[in-house]
């Protein structure tokens, strides 16, 4: 038994050496970014990032790219739009081996041939289907040969609108706009565009979407069926709030995916279809009365309850210049004469309401001095709660942290987030430097309370909610940077601080001072950003991206214990000297 096996054995290695020898094993190289298969936008450069031997001689399709002493490499390369193949090559030695990548890459748009005579449909708008009233403006564009005369056919409205060429760095785009007429007929109308030549030659084309001209006489009512809904100033537009669960809207129109919706007679706003239902035909356009506002203290919170208010679209505002809170209420009138006014001692010096528009009511709290700490519009069963948090308490002396409650979210867990050249996941550096900073903040006396464990998978979403359950005074996001497809990596360096809330700026400003101080890589600033763990405004909330993992340099920093600590020192530092601040300076109460 054991002679057979040791003669497979030899049989088995001889021949491989032998084999060896004539040809060597090329160095491994691992492939981090791009997946294979991976979608990539309409760019024509981007980045593929991985790593090889340290002193191998690699080349990114065919172009030399420099090895990090760590065997890190970034290499900016040429993509052409569709199935696009990228190899690479490393040589070490006599050794050689090769790896590639299939990526798929999106079109960019580009002028169409001048000697041609064409429509390039799929370009034309509508895209989609598009639900209009009239009165509305509706947009039209095709693509196709430049220098043309060109017309759109609307065939069932009987109408034929001149289109324009419109200057830009892509020729051949051509643009209209046609108010929708009280007699255009209520059928759907496919889009007809045609091109002409100087020699008179044409060609026609249809536009992927249909127009449907809606019956103003029909009120249509939709309500919010998910947690927030965002309300978007354009199609695919940005947004500024989120409505929760049973908010009406009257509904106005469609593009695609997204419907238009009437917050008052002069604002509309698009959500996403699937966040929201129709109502039954005849379900009435939310109205509410405001017949009083009471105001109520509680040990953390003043509650501006108006009751009888349902299902209505608000907005939130915080003016600090001018050391207002203002809840904008859509579809409400105000009912009353008297406003109850809070207490002298109040965060909330007074209480005031303003009827802007026949159906936007304002109403607006003026603080007192020094920071707002948060604040919240929600309904519960009596009507709707507009909400202003007290500060905490702050130690007179000693550790200011003592009492104060610190929500840390290190940043993914089912999702790793950034991935480095080396392989480093963003989501277990970011769990490390929370670690350190934990215990800092305990040492000084902090609640600290975490969003996830260690690998738990917290949706981004649920990730304020439980902070928020958890009762933080302060919430800090930790992650690490990247970039996107088309921009180069290892020109992104450097600590970004986050911020969206105003009342978290300044918290934002003193994490920012303290990197500085501690943490030498480059500054790239302090931003504000809407993003969802920074949006909400119940605590100051600050996003902390203490270096770009996918910059090579950064990564081999991050994988340190000693620069994961100065992290934790910094934001450590940066939220003392906030409570100190506080303290001195009094916030409100
Ligand atoms: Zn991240």
């Not at 429509?119 to 509706?138: F, M, N, S, Y």
């Not at 809170?325 to 006014?341: E, F, K, P, S, W």
């Not at 100051?540 to 620069?563: D, G, K, Q």
């Amino acid at each position: 038994m054991k002679s057979w096996l040791l003669f497979l054995l030899i049989a088995g290695l001889v021949p491989m050496k032998a084999e060896a020898r004539k040809k060597p094993v090329g160095p491994k190289i691992t492939i981090v970014y791009p997946r294979e298969g991976q979608e990539i936008p309409p760019v024509s450069r981007s980045f593929v990032l991985g790593s090889v031997i340290p002193r191998a001689r690699l080349y990114v399709n065919g172009q030399r790219v420099r090895v990090q002493p760590n065997g890190a490499f970034v290499s900016m390369i040429p993509y052409n739009s569709g199935d696009f193949e990228i190899t690479c090559t490393a040589v070490r030695k006599r050794g050689r081996s090769t790896a590639k990548r299939k990526v798929h890459v999106g079109e960019v748009l580009k002028t169409t041939a001048k000697d041609s005579l064409l429509i390039e449909a799929r370009d034309c708008k509508p895209a989609d289907t598009v639900e209009v009233l009239p009165g509305d403006l509706l947009d039209l564009s095709c693509k196709g040969t430049p220098g043309c005369k060109a017309v759109v056919r609307l065939d069932s409205l009987k109408q034929t609108v001149t289109l324009v060429e419109v200057p830009g760095e892509v020729g051949g785009i051509y643009r209209a706009g046609y108010f929708i007429q009280p007699k255009d007929s209520l059928k759907q109308t496919p889009a007809t565009f045609t091109l002409t030549d100087s020699s008179g030659k044409s060609v026609s084309a249809k536009a992927p979407g249909q127009v449907f001209v809606l019956d103003p006489r029909r009120v249509r009512v939709a309500e919010t069926v998910e947690d927030n809904v965002k309300l978007r100033y354009a199609p695919n537009g940005v947004f500024q709030t989120t409505m929760p669960p049973g908010i009406r809207f009257q509904v106005t129109g469609r593009v695609g995916e997204e419907y238009k919706a009437k917050l008052s007679g002069s604002q509309s706003v698009w959500l996403l279809s699937r966040q929201i239902k129709m109502l039954p035909q005849g379900t009435p356009v939310p109205k509410g009365k405001i017949a009083s506002v009471l105001v109520k203290e509680e040990e953390r919170w003043v509650r501006c309850v108006m009751p009888g208010i349902f299902g209505l679209p608000y907005q939130t505002e915080h003016l600090p210049e001018a050391s207002l809170l203002r809840l904008t209420l859509y579809g409400a009138r105000v009912d009353t004469y008297a406003i109850r006014q809070p207490p002298d001692t109040s965060v909330v010096r007074r209480l005031s309401w303003r009827q802007k528009e026949a159906d936007i009511c304002e109403i607006e709290a003026q603080l007192a001095p020094g920071q707002l700490w948060g604040y919240d519009a929600a309904y519960n069963d009596s009507g709707l709660v507009f909400s202003l948090r007290k500060p905490p308490r702050i130690s007179e002396k000693g550790s200011p942290f003592r009492g104060i409650t610190i929500c840390l979210d290190p940043g993914h867990s089912a999702d790793p987030g950034a991935i480095g050249c080396l392989g480093t996941l963003e989501k277990d550096v970011n769990w490390q430097i929370a670690q350190r900073l934990l215990a800092l903040l305990r040492e000084a006396g902090a609640k600290v309370v975490l969003t996830r464990t260690k690998d738990e998978d917290v949706p981004l979403y649920e990730r304020p909610k439980r902070a928020f359950a958890l009762g933080a005074d302060l919430f800090l996001g930790i992650h690490n940077n990247a970039v996107p497809d088309g921009t180069d990596p290892s020109k992104a360096r450097g600590f970004g601080v986050y911020y969206y809330t105003s009342q978290s700026e300044s918290l934002a400003r003193c994490i920012h001072q303290a990197y500085r101080k501690f943490v030498r890589v480059p500054d790239d600033g302090v931003i504000q950003q809407n993003l969802a763990v920074c949006r909400p405004s119940q605590y100051p909330a600050v996003l902390m991206e203490s270096a770009y993992i996918i910059n090579p340099r950064e990564e081999a920093l991050l994988r340190t214990s000693r620069f994961q600590q100065r992290c934790a020192k910094a934001m450590f530092e940066g939220l003392k000297s906030f409570l100190l601040s506080q303290r001195e300076h009094g916030s409100l109460r």
